[in-house]
């Protein structure tokens, strides 16, 4: 069974309707930004009714859930469906799978309480996810993942943590302790594909790590900027290369504000051939005979210069969303004094 799941490593996330989406989307965005060999299905709009009002609800429903879902879906019995929900369960656990060890639900509420800020807990969330797929491949039931469970938490991924702490000391350490990983070895499992799983684990926990350390020491990431890619990226270096993903245009306009360190608010017009030569750049188009000039004056329209306001303003929610209010403050466009600057040290931009 392990190895047909290595195979065919579907994973369905569905959103409980209570569960903001667009927490919802920053877990699937680092799922996706970590996983190479599990194809991440999100699922945001999925009909969902509960049977108790009461917040806290037992694990059957959310299974049921889970088990309507595929059978409305016809989804592969081989596939992984989990639920992301903000209410708690009977047995105040932060996640759990069922009988089949093919549906699982993970609380996605009170992780501030243990990791810092409302940004830090889509990492802890991440890695739950990741961490049941992998428990999956080292047991078959229920009974066998309770009994092999370590009641003293070691660090380990198959630590129970009846200690909400311990969750802290498990996915700082993101490890797996030896009896585990001798139970992986005779289990059989692909190297290469566990070793993908490993990776990802590490990756969401530098993640974490990296934005505690530097909301705490005030720490400001470089950035590297590659404009070869089809997709242009913003990697964050020090935050273990976290992505920021910016549209075309909203790539030229920041790489432009930050390439001349800041552009006149009234006079964005001068500004043209600089941002027509980043957005060609971008696009790997060729400087003459093209047609988006049309295109890049109608941002820097000095009649209703809105368009460009509202560019700006949704490069700063996307910087915000990911990094959280006090992390992306050196990253923000800011109107200092009729200049849209980036107030972010040059020794701090990498452009390839």
């Known amino acids: 069974m392990a190895t047909f799941k290595e195979k ?51 694990r059957e429903e959310y299974f049921q859930i889970c088990n309507e879902f595929r059978n409305r879906k016809k989804i592969h019995e081989n596939d992984y469906v989990f639920l992301l929900t903000e209410y708690g369960n009977t047995k105040d656990y932060f996640g759990w799978t069922d009988e089949s060890l093919g549906n699982y639900f993970i609380q996605t509420s009170q992780w501030e309480r243990y990791f810092n800020s409302e940004i830090n807990k889509h990492f802890p969330i991440s890695y739950e996810v990741v961490s049941w797929i992998l428990r999956s491949l080292m047991y078959d039931t229920q009974e066998e993942l309770s009994e092999h469970a370590h009641q003293r938490a070691r660090g380990c991924v198959m630590d129970f943590c009846d200690e909400k702490e311990d969750i802290i000391l498990k996915m700082r350490t993101g490890d797996v302790c030896n009896d585990c990983l ?3 070895s005779d289990r059989g499992v692909n190297q290469a594909f566990l070793g993908n799983i490993f990776k990802t684990m590490e990756s969401i926990r530098k993640g974490l790590m990296y934005r505690e350390r530097n909301e705490i020491l005030g720490m400001v990431s470089p950035i590297r900027i590659n404009l070869r890619l089809d997709n242009p990226k913003f990697v964050f270096t020090e935050m273990n290369n976290l992505e920021l993903k910016l549209d075309t245009a909203q790539t030229a306009i920041y790489l432009t504000i930050i390439e001349l360190d800041g552009l006149k608010t009234k006079c964005l017009a001068d500004y043209e051939d600089e941002l027509l030569k980043n957005y060609l750049l971008i696009k790997h188009e060729p400087v003459f005979g093209n047609p988006y000039r049309p295109t890049v004056k109608e941002w820097i329209n000095p009649i209703n210069t809105s368009l460009f306001t509202q560019k700006v303003s949704k490069i700063n929610k996307k910087i915000k969303d990911l990094l959280g209010d006090k992390l992306a403050t050196p990253y923000l466009i800011l109107n200092e004094k009729g200049k849209y600057k980036v107030n972010l040290s040059q020794n701090k931009v990498h452009i390839e």
């Open 8 to 58: 065919n490593l579907n994973v369905h996330i569905l959103r409980s309707p209570e569960y903001s989406i667009e927490d919802f989307k920053e877990v699937i965005n680092l799922l996706k930004s970590y996983t190479n060999s599990i194809q991440i299905i999100p699922h945001p709009n999925v009909t969902i009714k509960y049977n108790e009002i009461d917040e806290v609800k037992s």
């Open 182 to 184: 001798k139970r992986i």
